[in-house]
């Protein structure tokens, strides 16, 4: 009996792992939102993205950025962790507190590249977002500075030079609105300490020639298939193999079992004929949604 638990218990650790589904997108599209009353700055093909306020007459920069959620992750999956990394490459060492906002409006990327160290912008070029254009030099934004929810998703302070990450529930939410509404995918807009000068922080955009500097996105998902208890998009043979490993087992909620249950397709805490014929309706999926 305790060899058969045993076995139970490594084959739901097994299934539960498998279950959940990972993938690491890389932006394809940022620039920076520089203030200016013409809207005239921009740095669409550069190799920097700026948050905060910049040294010189000071002036306010807010980095917008966006990864191809729905092209990387299939439909009706449910987003159960996320995390942004961005790459501080080039600022003061002093900490900031950079807050990120769900972007509410599109924005462009042109072939604008700012001169220098990148922090005064360039001359905007056709579709580049600036502080005052989405699409340099026709669309505006609704105000200046970019549309976006004015409650961050997640904050992180930003020291030197390094990665730095930011993850949350409603990072993850924003993720799950991208997937469930790809045509309103407009991505976060980043904004820095905005109240002093010489706050600005540098982060590495796409087209970084080092790759592991780019903005990165770490999706975690799970699958909405009941029968798919190994995560590949289908249910046959593999699945089947898993769910007869965990048959009969009588109570889910026995605490030395792993939590979770996944062969419980039906909830109710046991792993028994009910279950099976969930997973028989389910057999033979060529294709989870």
């Not at 932006?27 to 939102?33: C, G, H, I, K």
Request: hydrophobic share 40%; charged share 15%.
């Amino acid at each position: 009996m305790q060899y058969l638990r045993t076995s139970f218990c490594l084959a739901l650790v097994a299934a539960s792992i498998a279950r959940a589904g990972s993938v690491t997108l890389v932006a394809v599209a940022d620039n920076t939102l520089y203030q200016s009353d013409t809207g005239s700055l921009s740095n669409g093909a550069g190799t920097a993205m700026f948050a905060g306020m910049n040294a010189l007459s000071p002036t306010i920069r807010r980095c917008v950025f966006r990864f191809n959620v729905a092209g990387s992750i299939p439909a009706g999956r449910t987003i159960t962790s996320a995390t942004l990394t961005l790459t501080q490459n080039g600022s003061n060492a002093d900490p900031q507190s950079c807050t990120l906002h769900r972007a509410m409006a599109s924005w462009g990327e042109g072939t604008s590249v700012a001169g220098s160290g990148q922090g005064g912008g360039g001359p905007a070029t056709t579709n580049d977002a600036t502080w005052v254009h989405r699409f340099w030099s026709g669309t505006a934004w609704t105000t200046p500075g970019g549309d976006f929810m004015s409650n961050p998703s997640a904050t992180t302070s930003v020291g030197g030079a390094g990665a730095f990450s930011w993850t949350s529930p409603q990072v993850a939410a924003d993720v799950q609105f991208m997937l469930d509404s790809p045509a309103t995918n407009f991505g976060w807009l980043l904004r820095g300490n905005e109240e002093f000068a010489q706050s600005s922080k540098r982060f590495a955009t796409h087209e970084d020639a080092t790759a592991a500097a780019r903005p990165t996105l770490v999706v975690e998902f799970s699958s909405p298939c009941p029968g798919d208890l190994n995560g590949d998009g289908f249910v046959d043979d593999s699945d089947f193999v898993i769910f007869a490993s965990n048959y009969n087992i009588l109570d889910c909620a026995d605490p030395t079992m792993p939590a979770g249950c996944p062969a419980d397709l039906n909830g109710d805490a046991f792993v028994d004929d009910s279950d099976f014929v969930i997973f028989v309706a389910a057999y033979d999926a060529l294709l989870c949604p």
